[in-house]
């Protein structure tokens, strides 16, 4: 009983190590972002919905990267303007195609 214990406490500090790692990760890419001139912005998916006119003027006109994230640790997802897409992807139909 102790060993299965000492187990569960031990994947309790590698769950929390790995989160406390991926916030970090996420803060240097912010912060990476951020030093180059790139616009992003964080939202909940309330505050997107309320506000998704908003937030669409500002991925087109403003070149903003939306961050939009969701409850109960489901994905996140990103709204970027059409243009920065099809930069982003510019190259990856050419490769697909070799």
């Known amino acids: 009983m102790l060993e299965s214990n000492y187990k569960d406490?031990?994947?309790?500090?590698?769950?929390?190590y790995l989160v406390?790692?991926?916030?970090?990760l996420v803060q240097k890419i912010v912060q990476?972002?951020?030093?180059?001139?790139?616009?992003m912005i964080t939202v909940g998916t309330?505050?997107?919905?309320s506000n998704i006119?908003?937030?669409l003027e500002k991925a087109t006109e403003e070149n903003t990267?939306?961050?939009?994230?969701?409850?109960?640790n489901?994905?996140?997802?990103?709204?970027?303007?059409?243009?920065k897409?099809?930069?982003?992807?510019?190259?990856?139909d050419s490769k697909d195609k070799k």
């Open 65 to 72: 990267d939306i961050i939009i994230t969701r409850k109960n």
């Open 53 to 55: 006119k908003e937030y």
């Open 20 to 24: 406390l790692w991926y916030h970090k």
């Open 9 to 16: 406490y031990k994947h309790f500090f590698i769950d929390i």
């Open 46 to 49: 309330s505050n997107f919905r």
């Open 74 to 83: 489901q994905a996140s997802a990103v709204l970027i303007s059409l243009e």
């Open 85 to 92: 897409y099809n930069e982003l992807t510019k190259g990856v």
């Open 32 to 39: 990476i972002k951020v030093q180059k001139g790139v616009n």
